[in-house]
């Protein structure tokens, strides 16, 4: 049976030079397809929303780039809708008012966000926008990277009952995310009962501990990727020493923890940073090597955690035989020499990359960035085209690593080297204004590049580098026309 789309006429003879006419149509605009794929930029969406803060603040969003581009950044009823222009190898910066923080425990809020960019970007959460006694930033994480199921890594506090916290947000509707908690909620769950909740695109939801327990281990499931947070209203590091202080880190999915890492003490002074160790699998062994020698730690299971009092004050190489999320939090003034606590999540060598992109907040902070890289490739380590002064670094125990703390200003900065490494940053004053974070990692950004320099004039064209999805739409498109030819031909 001919199919009528495809003929014009009865007579065959007739129905042949058509066929050939829609045969070089057809193979004409699967190649318009293929060239349009071809030069669209990657892009995703990156989905965040804002828990509370024991202050009222507003709330920056850092946006950087490779390439000049635009970016915007809406809530879920479009009460907030902002475009900017992010600069080439720079930084954007919107302002969020503290108005558009969640808002009501365990109940679905309006205020998560979407950004959204034609070209790849980077984007970093600094809650409060000035330097008051209750800062801290996060890398926020493209939805290419988000997951359905999570691990939190938390905070706690002696001092400032129900503080722990997490929240969640989706970018799909009728998502329903299901939460085991590990210590009782404000709201009324109970520990380790899980329990539902939907929420609809752009939508999010914060819970908190009771008193002072510590939401690190609560289980995360959801029928949808969704981007998950954990921190603390206002921590104490360690937990009975003040001052306290708004902690906030995205979290990776379970599938991206690591087993490899280097941890880089901060210039905050006082006895040390406060580690924290998470299991994400059963017969989990977590060992330390550092100046003095080897430290193996206790055995986790999933979902327990073991924190180390103030002694992080040295180089110091970590390795696991089952993956693990490590945290890295900068203690209270009570201890400390200036700042107060912070909370960085600290990123699995795996994840490095060998250029990012990010700013330095504005204020009277002393800001520092945490280092970790090959040793034989420490002289190509460049920030803003100038090399960093290798006697800033010192060497990493176990590992041909050097690692160290560079002085560093306010501001957009990029920085890159021959081979990948770790970057962190942190800032501290003396009243008690203090800040830690992530400077980029494979799984949130940070190193976008900007995309490679058309050819010199005369010389021929580039053959496209096509994703696999636009490889499997192309075997489609040529699946299907050559199923069409072989119908008509059969039918003639």
């Keep these: 049976m001919h199919n009528p789309l495809l003929l014009r006429s009865n007579n065959a003879d007739s129905r042949k030079p058509q066929t050939r006419v829609g045969a070089r149509f057809g193979w004409f605009f699967a190649l318009c397809a293929l060239c349009a794929l071809a030069s669209t930029p990657a892009r995703a969406e990156i989905l965040f929303t804002i828990p509370g803060n024991l202050i009222s603040a507003e709330i920056d969003i850092f946006l950087t780039s490779g390439t000049a581009t635009t970016a915007t950044i809406r809530n879920s009823d479009g009460t907030f809708d902002t475009t900017v222009n992010i600069p080439a190898n720079g930084t954007a910066i919107v302002t969020i008012p503290n108005s558009g923080r969640i808002g009501a425990l365990g109940t679905a809020s309006i205020n998560g966000y979407s950004i959204d960019s034609p070209d790849p970007i980077a984007a970093y959460l600094m809650d409060a926008n000035i330097p008051v006694a209750s800062n801290d930033i996060t890398n926020l994480f493209p939805d290419t990277s988000l997951g359905t199921s999570y691990l939190v890594m938390a905070a706690t506090s002696g001092l400032v009952a129900n503080g722990s916290q997490m929240a969640v947000v989706t970018g799909t509707d009728n998502t329903t995310v299901t939460i085991t908690p590990s210590a009782d909620l404000t709201t009324g769950q109970l520990a380790g009962a899980p329990f539902a909740v939907t929420l609809n695109r752009l939508e999010a939801i914060e819970f908190r501990a009771s008193g002072s327990g510590d939401l690190t281990g609560t289980t995360i499931t959801a029928t949808q990727p969704v981007a998950a947070f954990g921190g603390h209203f206002c921590a104490n590091v360690p937990d009975d020493v003040g001052a306290c202080d708004h902690v ?44 003095v020698g080897t430290t193996v730690h206790p055995t986790l299971n999933a979902g327990q955690s073991l924190t180390l009092l103030p002694e992080l004050v040295e180089n110091t190489r970590v390795t696991s035989n089952h993956p693990i ?6 203690i209270g003034a009570g201890l400390a ?4 606590p912070a909370f960085a999540l600290v990123p699995d060598q795996s994840q490095w990359l060998d250029r990012y992109i990010f700013n330095v907040p504005a204020g009277d902070y002393n800001d520092f960035l ?4 090959e040793s034989t490739a420490l002289g190509s380590l460049q920030l803003d085209g100038v090399a960093v002064n290798p006697a800033d670094f010192s060497p990493v125990p176990g590992t041909t690593l050097m690692a160290g703390n560079v002085s560093t200003g306010d501001g957009s900065h990029v920085i890159e080297a021959s081979t990948s490494f770790m970057l962190l940053g942190h800032g501290f004053n003396n009243s008690a204004g203090s800040y830690f974070g992530v400077g980029g990692s494979a799984i949130s950004g940070g190193g976008v590049t900007p995309p490679p320099p058309p050819p010199p004039s005369g010389t021929p064209n580039a053959i496209p580098t096509l994703s696999s999805w636009a490889l499997m739409l192309l075997a489609g498109l040529i699946g299907a026309l050559a199923l069409a030819g072989l119908r008509r031909r059969t039918a003639g």
């Design 370 to 373: 945490g280092i970790a890289i």
């Design 325 to 330: 999320l490590l945290g890295q939090f900068m």
């Design 337 to 340: 020499i200036n700042g107060d």
């Design 248 to 291: 906030i880190e995205q979290l990776p999915a379970s599938a991206d923890f690591g087993t490899s890492f280097v941890l880089v003490s901060t210039e905050q002074g006082g006895p040390g940073d406060v580690v924290k160790i998470l299991a994400r699998d059963n017969g989990t062994v977590v060992t330390f090597v550092d100046s």
